[in-house]
């Protein structure tokens, strides 16, 4: 999406825009994002500040110097690192870069494996058990009764 300001106005613009489809149950509305836009001063340019890797506004004139490079180069860029201290991997600006706590290093981040969950269905369970239980010795029960009547015929006695 492109937009166009027609008006200068210093700071920070915030647009909301929210869709509401009558085929989505739910709130009204049924989604909302925001965005922000940071309106450059008049005469100003952004660029990439390398050494801290920030984004920053400098006038036309000094755009050019070694210091910087354009607001989009890799330098300014988020970059993915690992967290040393919770063991995930984050997106950072490398200005954020703080050896002590970050690392470029992925095996730092090497999820401990979970323990396996041993799958439980509760109270149906206990109910499943108890009927197969019945089940069982319900079977046993007649077929001894029949090995009874099958024994106590003339041609099945020794």
Known sequence: LTAKVPVYKAGTIVNTVCVETPTIP?????????AEVEVPTPG????????????ISVSEADKDNEGYAPADSPECQPIRVCDTTTKTHVTIRKSQLDD????????????Q????V??????????????????????????????????GLPFLKK
Do not use: H, M
Not at 26 to 34: A, F, I, L, Q, R
């Open 100 to 111: 002590s706590r970050y690392t470029t290093d992925d095996s730092a981040c090497v999820a």
């Open 118 to 151: 041993i799958p439980s269905t509760g109270p149906t369970e206990a109910i499943l058990s108890t009927v197969s239980f019945g089940t069982i010795a319900g079977t046993t029960y007649y077929w001894r009764s029949s090995r009874r009547r099958l024994l």
């Open 26 to 34: 739910g709130t009204n509305p049924d989604d909302c994002d925001t």
């Open 113 to 116: 494996p979970e323990p396996p």
């Open 44 to 55: 100003k340019v952004r660029v990439c500040d390398i050494q801290s890797g920030n984004v």
